[in-house]
Protein backbone atom coordinates (compact mmCIF):
# COMPACT_ATOMS: atom_id res chain seq x y z
CA UNK A 1 0.00 0.00 0.00
CA UNK A 2 0.97 3.55 -0.59
CA UNK A 3 2.70 5.19 2.04
CA UNK A 4 1.88 8.99 1.90
CA UNK A 5 -1.15 11.05 1.04
CA UNK A 6 -1.22 14.66 0.19
CA UNK A 7 -3.06 17.33 1.12
CA UNK A 8 -4.49 19.86 -0.53
CA UNK A 9 -5.45 17.33 -3.66
CA UNK A 10 -5.78 20.40 -5.76
CA UNK A 11 -4.58 23.54 -5.56
CA UNK A 12 -5.28 27.15 -7.37
CA UNK A 13 -2.97 30.18 -7.01
CA UNK A 14 -2.28 33.92 -8.86
CA UNK A 15 1.26 33.76 -10.73
CA UNK A 16 3.78 35.23 -7.45
CA UNK A 17 2.19 33.42 -4.59
CA UNK A 18 3.07 30.95 -2.78
CA UNK A 19 2.00 27.27 -3.15
CA UNK A 20 2.41 24.88 0.14
CA UNK A 21 1.78 21.27 -0.30
CA UNK A 22 1.62 18.57 2.69
CA UNK A 23 2.49 15.10 3.14
CA UNK A 24 1.97 12.35 5.53
CA UNK A 25 3.44 9.36 5.72
CA UNK A 26 2.47 6.47 7.91
CA UNK A 27 6.03 4.36 9.14
CA UNK A 28 9.65 5.34 9.62
CA UNK A 29 11.03 6.24 7.01
CA UNK A 30 14.49 7.08 5.43
CA UNK A 31 14.38 9.42 3.33
CA UNK A 32 11.41 11.67 1.56
CA UNK A 33 11.85 13.08 -1.79
CA UNK A 34 9.25 15.01 -4.06
CA UNK A 35 8.66 14.48 -7.53
CA UNK A 36 6.82 16.57 -10.16
CA UNK A 37 4.69 15.59 -13.35
CA UNK A 38 3.41 17.03 -15.28
CA UNK A 39 0.15 16.41 -17.37
CA UNK A 40 0.94 13.05 -19.35
CA UNK A 41 4.30 13.02 -18.76
CA UNK A 42 7.37 11.29 -16.48
CA UNK A 43 7.95 12.47 -13.02
CA UNK A 44 10.86 14.73 -12.42
CA UNK A 45 13.16 14.48 -9.01
CA UNK A 46 12.65 17.87 -7.45
CA UNK A 47 14.64 17.18 -4.16
CA UNK A 48 15.33 15.10 -1.65
CA UNK A 49 15.40 15.16 2.56
CA UNK A 50 17.14 12.65 5.09
CA UNK A 51 15.33 11.72 8.10
CA UNK A 52 17.72 13.26 10.18
CA UNK A 53 17.39 16.49 8.18
CA UNK A 54 14.72 19.38 9.24
CA UNK A 55 14.90 21.51 5.78
CA UNK A 56 16.10 21.82 2.69
CA UNK A 57 15.84 24.39 -0.17
CA UNK A 58 16.41 24.44 -3.86
CA UNK A 59 15.93 27.48 -5.63
CA UNK A 60 12.58 28.69 -5.31
CA UNK A 61 11.86 25.32 -3.05
CA UNK A 62 11.68 24.61 0.26
CA UNK A 63 11.32 21.31 1.73
CA UNK A 64 10.63 20.81 5.60
CA UNK A 65 10.77 17.73 6.99
CA UNK A 66 9.18 16.73 10.87
CA UNK A 67 9.38 13.03 11.70
CA UNK A 68 7.62 13.31 14.62
CA UNK A 69 4.94 13.97 12.77
CA UNK A 70 5.15 11.70 10.11
CA UNK A 71 4.91 14.93 7.68
CA UNK A 72 6.65 17.09 5.31
CA UNK A 73 5.68 20.04 3.35
CA UNK A 74 6.65 21.33 0.17
CA UNK A 75 6.97 25.50 -0.14
CA UNK A 76 6.92 26.90 -3.98
CA UNK A 77 7.66 30.73 -3.55
CA UNK A 78 6.91 33.19 -6.50
CA UNK A 79 5.02 30.68 -8.56
CA UNK A 80 4.87 30.89 -12.29
CA UNK A 81 2.53 29.28 -14.67
CA UNK A 82 5.11 27.10 -15.81
CA UNK A 83 4.76 25.37 -12.03
CA UNK A 84 1.64 24.02 -13.01
CA UNK A 85 1.98 20.37 -12.12
CA UNK A 86 1.32 17.30 -9.94
CA UNK A 87 3.42 16.83 -7.07
CA UNK A 88 4.24 13.85 -5.56
CA UNK A 89 5.75 12.95 -2.39
CA UNK A 90 7.82 9.79 -2.48
CA UNK A 91 9.34 7.81 1.01
CA UNK A 92 11.50 4.82 1.60
CA UNK A 93 10.40 3.34 4.27
CA UNK A 94 12.86 1.24 6.51
CA UNK A 95 10.59 -1.63 6.43
CA UNK A 96 9.28 -2.00 2.97
CA UNK A 97 12.53 -3.08 1.54
CA UNK A 98 13.74 0.54 0.38
CA UNK A 99 11.30 0.44 -2.80
CA UNK A 100 9.59 3.69 -2.92
CA UNK A 101 6.13 4.74 -2.36
CA UNK A 102 3.95 7.64 -3.81
CA UNK A 103 1.50 9.83 -2.20
CA UNK A 104 -1.57 10.66 -3.47
CA UNK A 105 -0.33 13.78 -5.10
CA UNK A 106 -1.01 17.72 -5.26
CA UNK A 107 -2.37 19.28 -8.36
CA UNK A 108 -1.13 22.55 -8.37
CA UNK A 109 -2.96 25.12 -11.07
CA UNK A 110 -0.72 28.57 -10.91
CA UNK A 111 -2.77 31.16 -13.10
CA UNK A 112 -0.96 34.08 -15.15
CA UNK B 1 21.89 12.51 -23.13
CA UNK B 2 21.38 10.00 -20.65
CA UNK B 3 18.01 9.15 -20.29
CA UNK B 4 14.98 6.44 -19.63
CA UNK B 5 13.21 5.52 -23.16
CA UNK B 6 9.82 3.77 -23.11
CA UNK B 7 8.46 2.30 -26.36
CA UNK B 8 5.44 2.79 -27.62
CA UNK B 9 4.47 6.14 -25.99
CA UNK B 10 0.72 5.29 -27.04
CA UNK B 11 -0.30 1.38 -27.13
CA UNK B 12 -4.17 0.09 -27.54
CA UNK B 13 -4.74 -3.32 -27.60
CA UNK B 14 -7.74 -5.47 -27.07
CA UNK B 15 -9.42 -7.20 -24.28
CA UNK B 16 -7.42 -10.40 -23.37
CA UNK B 17 -4.76 -9.93 -25.99
CA UNK B 18 -1.08 -9.99 -24.64
CA UNK B 19 1.07 -6.61 -24.95
CA UNK B 20 4.41 -6.00 -23.95
CA UNK B 21 5.64 -2.04 -22.72
CA UNK B 22 9.24 -1.43 -23.52
CA UNK B 23 12.03 0.50 -21.02
CA UNK B 24 15.54 1.47 -22.16
CA UNK B 25 18.02 3.22 -20.08
CA UNK B 26 21.32 4.45 -21.09
CA UNK B 27 22.02 5.21 -17.42
CA UNK B 28 23.76 2.14 -16.66
CA UNK B 29 21.74 2.06 -13.82
CA UNK B 30 21.22 -1.15 -11.85
CA UNK B 31 17.68 -1.16 -10.27
CA UNK B 32 14.75 -0.38 -12.67
CA UNK B 33 11.43 -0.14 -12.20
CA UNK B 34 7.35 -0.18 -13.38
CA UNK B 35 4.89 1.47 -12.28
CA UNK B 36 1.15 1.62 -13.06
CA UNK B 37 -0.88 5.16 -12.90
CA UNK B 38 -4.27 5.72 -13.11
CA UNK B 39 -5.57 8.79 -14.27
CA UNK B 40 -5.27 11.41 -10.81
CA UNK B 41 -3.83 8.64 -8.85
CA UNK B 42 -0.12 8.11 -7.79
CA UNK B 43 2.06 5.62 -9.54
CA UNK B 44 1.96 2.32 -7.79
CA UNK B 45 5.03 0.24 -7.83
CA UNK B 46 4.58 -2.69 -9.69
CA UNK B 47 8.03 -4.20 -9.13
CA UNK B 48 11.44 -3.51 -9.62
CA UNK B 49 14.86 -5.41 -10.45
CA UNK B 50 17.90 -4.75 -8.42
CA UNK B 51 20.32 -5.68 -11.19
CA UNK B 52 18.42 -9.33 -12.23
CA UNK B 53 17.44 -9.48 -9.32
CA UNK B 54 13.24 -9.36 -9.71
CA UNK B 55 11.06 -8.23 -6.96
CA UNK B 56 7.47 -8.70 -7.12
CA UNK B 57 4.89 -5.95 -5.19
CA UNK B 58 2.77 -8.28 -3.01
CA UNK B 59 -0.62 -7.21 -4.47
CA UNK B 60 1.03 -7.03 -8.02
CA UNK B 61 -1.09 -9.25 -9.89
CA UNK B 62 0.01 -12.60 -11.62
CA UNK B 63 -1.42 -11.29 -14.85
CA UNK B 64 1.54 -8.56 -15.05
CA UNK B 65 5.21 -10.68 -15.77
CA UNK B 66 8.20 -8.76 -16.09
CA UNK B 67 12.07 -9.48 -18.25
CA UNK B 68 15.43 -7.63 -18.35
CA UNK B 69 17.28 -9.57 -20.13
CA UNK B 70 20.43 -6.97 -19.64
CA UNK B 71 21.33 -3.93 -17.65
CA UNK B 72 19.93 -1.26 -20.34
CA UNK B 73 16.22 -3.08 -21.32
CA UNK B 74 13.53 -4.11 -19.02
CA UNK B 75 9.75 -5.46 -20.05
CA UNK B 76 6.50 -4.99 -18.68
CA UNK B 77 4.45 -8.04 -20.12
CA UNK B 78 0.65 -7.95 -19.14
CA UNK B 79 -0.51 -11.82 -20.26
CA UNK B 80 -4.46 -10.76 -20.25
CA UNK B 81 -5.09 -7.16 -20.55
CA UNK B 82 -8.47 -5.87 -18.58
CA UNK B 83 -10.51 -2.84 -19.10
CA UNK B 84 -8.93 -2.17 -15.54
CA UNK B 85 -5.26 -1.95 -16.44
CA UNK B 86 -5.95 0.64 -19.12
CA UNK B 87 -3.43 3.37 -17.29
CA UNK B 88 -0.28 5.16 -17.45
CA UNK B 89 2.83 2.62 -17.31
CA UNK B 90 6.35 4.57 -15.70
CA UNK B 91 9.55 2.82 -16.28
CA UNK B 92 11.99 4.51 -13.88
CA UNK B 93 16.20 3.28 -12.80
CA UNK B 94 17.84 4.34 -9.83
CA UNK B 95 21.82 3.90 -9.64
CA UNK B 96 21.04 1.44 -6.87
CA UNK B 97 18.46 0.66 -4.95
CA UNK B 98 19.31 2.55 -1.55
CA UNK B 99 19.05 6.51 -1.01
CA UNK B 100 18.62 7.52 -4.57
CA UNK B 101 16.62 9.45 -6.82
CA UNK B 102 14.38 7.71 -9.46
CA UNK B 103 14.61 8.87 -12.96
CA UNK B 104 11.68 8.32 -14.95
CA UNK B 105 10.71 7.56 -18.54
CA UNK B 106 7.73 9.44 -20.49
CA UNK B 107 5.42 6.78 -20.12
CA UNK B 108 3.15 4.63 -22.30
CA UNK B 109 -0.29 5.18 -21.84
CA UNK B 110 -2.14 1.67 -22.49
CA UNK B 111 -5.55 1.50 -24.05
CA UNK B 112 -7.19 -1.74 -23.99
CA UNK B 113 -10.38 -2.05 -26.42
Known amino acids: SQQGEEDPQALSIQEGENATMNCSYK?????LQWYRQNSGRGLVHLIL?????REKHSGRLRVTLDTSKKSSSLLITASRAADTASYFC????????????FGTGTSLTVIP | DAMVIQNPRYQVTQFGKPVTLSCSQT?????MYWYQQKSSQAPKLLFHYYDKDFNNEADTPDNFQSRRPNTSFCFLDIRSPGLGDAAMYLC????????????FGPGTRLLVL
Open chain 1, 27 to 31: TSINN
Open chain 1, 49 to 53: IRSNE
Open chain 2, 92 to 103: ATSSDGRVQTQY
Open chain 2, 27 to 31: LNHNV
Open chain 1, 90 to 101: ATDARDTGNQFY
